[in-house]
């Protein structure tokens, strides 16, 4: 018995990929992709990787291919069902009901709104050469009409009759001063009601400028 010198070689290896088809194995390897994986050919159906058996397994994943690891008797290893699940979501944060309350800025929007006086009074004792709105006469106005006619109230300060209906359905109108319009609804100095209110725009059904000759 003799030694034959070069017919046994040893090498190292961290793992490895195996598949009966060839080609796919010579997909693989031409992908510029594998170059970080180390791979190189040991049989025609094995190539070795210089790499850990998970790190293999990633970049075949990112690569497009969907490869199942195997363990040392050759069985197939099935991960957990819940390994990769997304962690859960974290709840939204809770949406106050109604709408925004006033806050102490809008304190200074409203004195200027309350010194056109008790326009709401005033509109009733002085004759108006053109007439008032009125609970019959006031016209229905679009969403789109009714939010350009409040932001141009807010801009110039003008005071101007709207049309509402509340959540139970009672209509009623009320002469407001509008002073930020935000999110759906109008803060205004309701001179109605002689506070600051918030209303939804949705639930204005007609907005009209008071007539300057009422003032």
Request: aromatic share 4%; proline share 8%.
């Amino acid at each position: 018995m003799y030694k034959r010198q070069g017919h046994l070689r040893v090498g190292a290896a961290s793992s490895y990929v195996r598949c009966d088809d060839e080609a796919v194995l010579n997909e693989i390897l031409a992908d510029r992709r594998s170059a970080p994986l180390r791979l190189r050919r040991l049989a025609g159906t094995v190539l070795a990787a210089q790499v850990a058996p998970d790190a293999l397994l990633d970049g075949l994943r990112a690569m497009g291919w969907a490869p199942a690891a195997e363990s040392a008797e050759g069985d197939v290893v099935i991960t957990r069902a819940d390994a990769h699940r997304t962690p859960p979501r974290t709840p939204p944060a809770p949406v106050p009901e109604g709408p925004p309350v006033p806050d102490a800025t809008l304190l200074g929007a409203a004195v200027r709104a309350v010194r056109a006086g008790d326009l709401a009074s005033t509109a009733q004792r002085k004759p108006a050469a053109a007439p008032v709105p009125t609970a019959g006469g006031l016209p229905r106005t679009t969403s789109a009409e009714t939010l350009a006619t409040v932001q141009a109230a807010v801009l110039t300060g003008a005071v101007v009759w709207i049309g509402y209906v509340n959540a139970e359905g009672a209509a009623s109108q009320r002469v407001i001063a509008p002073i930020r319009v935000e999110g759906g609804f109008v803060t205004a100095f309701d001179h109605t009601a002689d506070e600051v209110r918030t209303y939804p725009l949705h639930r204005i059904t007609g907005v009209a400028e008071l007539a300057e000759d009422v003032v």
